[in-house]
């Protein structure tokens, strides 16, 4: 395991409807969710620029799926970036649920 591994973390940030990964103590990217009945709807993620090139993305991406499915959740990929995780990654493919105008909505009902 690399040092850069030991320093990293993705954790579950529910007050702010997100997953965030951090490099230390250096926020450096997250993916947020909106949680509808039995579903957790990805709808945007953001990796910092200088963190790029590392791999952190995937990692955030399934840990995220990971722990969603554990909680007994389904999975949305409104965001691209899940989404073209999912299409390389199909351990996830029994999880996931397309996505529909309704989970669009929900997703502007919360942000509004």
Known sequence: MSEE???????????QHRFEVR?????????EYVDRDN????????????????????RLIRDALTETVSRGKRIVPICPVVAGFLEKHDDFAADVD????????AVLDART
């Open 98 to 105: 397309p996505v529909t105008p309704e989970a669009r909505q």
């Open 39 to 58: 579903q957790r709807i990805f709808f945007h993620t953001e990796i910092g620029e200088q963190y790029g090139g590392r791999g952190l993305a995937s």
């Open 5 to 15: 591994d030991v320093a990293t973390a993705v954790l579950d940030a529910p007050a």
């Open 23 to 31: 490099v230390g103590a250096e926020l450096a990217g997250f993916t």
